[in-house]
């Protein structure tokens, strides 16, 4: 069982589609909740969710809601900041399984070991982390907000920053300041072949190719575009291209094509050559899942006071200063 996560549940039997959908709204409705689902998620997810956004559209509504209970389609590290944000709310995640690569690659321990290393930084951590993880931040950026961000900070300030090294290094390139990067990555976002995306780009070569800052360096280089999520979409609506070459998670598709369907979306495989750079957790989620929650109200979120106090701090400094 992942830290931080309650559960009592009993499994509800599969249903069709229609009935499951007809049951959760059902249940909603009774439980006063809304669903929050992340771009990456599977369609049939997306289009039940009361909202869809990245991690700082997310953040907001979780800030915003006047629910009593929030069901939260993503990742743990996700629904934990929506518990931080909601602390009296009832926050729930469908699949206990539903973690992050990233997140796992910055233990708390370690991470307070090196930033005890560099004692006079200014700690800035992706929201991309752990709830304890974040208690030791001073701000919490998001990948559309991060270079906004270190902007506003006075630039004498020394800057660690934490735990995706390559939306650092991307990061310190848009910025101009020097960050010290935490050396984590995400899985997906470091798994995009080069060679395929080359040989994409020759078979489409009017394709405008848009990347997620996760990605590695030399994916960025051959990027039109380089974007949050949000902006990625963004893009694909005022862009004069009909064509793309997408890098980064391919659920983004699913809004992108409902946005623009007359326009193309490509895929790009895997260094296996497999077109298949899903988010292994982020399709835990499921319709039967979330009904079960719904049913059980749980698995359940709960985070020890004095942290959610903590981790609260440098999130609402990045709300505040998004603003």
Known sequence: MLSGIAT????VPSKGKEEL???????????????????????????????????????RKAESTNADVIVFCGVHFMAETAKI??????????????????????????????????????????????????AQSDLICTSSNAV???????????????????????????????????QGSCSVHETFSEEALLKLKLQYPEAEILAHPECQENLLELSDFIGSTSKLLKQVEISSSETFI????????????????????IEVPGLDGCSCNSCPYMRLNTLDKVLNCLTNMSPKIQLDKKLIKDAYLPIKKMLDMSN
């Open 21 to 59: 959908i007809r049951e959760i709204n059902l249940l909603r409705k009774e439980r006063n909740a809304v669903i929050l689902a992340h771009y990456y998620q599977d369609p049939e997810i997306q289009d039940i969710a009361d909202f869809i956004g990245d991690s700082l559209e997310l953040s």
């Open 148 to 182: 906004d961000l270190v902007k506003q900070l006075p630039k004498e300030t020394p800057i660690l920053f934490a735990p995706d090294k390559n939306l650092g290094r991307w990061v310190e390139r848009e910025s101009g300041r020097k960050l010290i990067c935490w």
């Open 85 to 134: 944000i909601c602390p009296n709310k009832e926050v729930l995640l469908p699949d206990l399984d539903a973690g992050c690569t990233l997140a796992d690659d910055c233990p708390s321990e370690e991470f307070a070991d090196f930033c005890s290393k560099y004692p006079n930084h200014f700690v800035i951590s992706y929201i991309n982390c752990s709830a304890a993880v974040k």
């Open 246 to 265: 997408i890098l980064t998670e391919p659920g983004i598709i699913h809004q992108m094509r409902i946005s623009m369907p007359l326009k193309k979306f």
């Open 8 to 11: 009592d549940t009993h499994p």
